[in-house]
């Protein structure tokens, strides 16, 4: 398994976007507040896996994802991210297996407002799924 992407990230799995309230939402507006999120670390991609290490732990097989989306949806608000997403975007991955389904919400690298890393993300998982 070789290395191809690492990247800071801040994470959330849809249910627990799903119960933001109306203040973490008008919060995530602030200067120096990250997007709204509930867990942080560090991803790494391999050719066969995503890898997030941090207050919790992600392994997800390349294999189990069904869908990648980058952008707002019915879950993941743009006013969940500062300047309503002008300069971020989060990475949505569908996933699921016989145990498990379910999406995560990724921003990768999130830096003064933009994270361009998500993109990069996105970009590489793209190929290695295609």
């Keep these: 398994m070789n290395l191809i992407f690492e ?13 933001k309230d109306g203040i973490s939402q008008i919060a995530a507006q602030f200067s120096g507040v990250a997007p709204i999120h509930n867990h942080e670390g560090i991803l790494t991609l391999t050719t066969s896996l995503i890898q997030i290490l941090g207050d919790e732990e992600l392994n997800l097989p390349l294999s189990d ?3 990648l989306y980058i952008g707002f949806d019915e879950v993941y608000h743009r006013n969940f991210v500062k300047n309503f997403g002008a300069f971020c975007q989060p990475l949505r991955i569908t996933f699921s297996n016989v145990l498990t389904a379910g999406s995560i919400y990724i921003i990768a690298d999130y830096r003064y407002g933009t994270c361009t890393a998500t993109q990069q993300l996105f970009t590489v998982l793209q190929e290695l799924l295609s």
Excluded at 11 to 18: D, G, I, M
Aim: without cysteine.
């Design 7 to 19: 990247s800071p990230v801040i994470w959330s799995y849809e249910n627990e976007v799903l119960g």
């Design 65 to 67: 994802i069904e869908q």
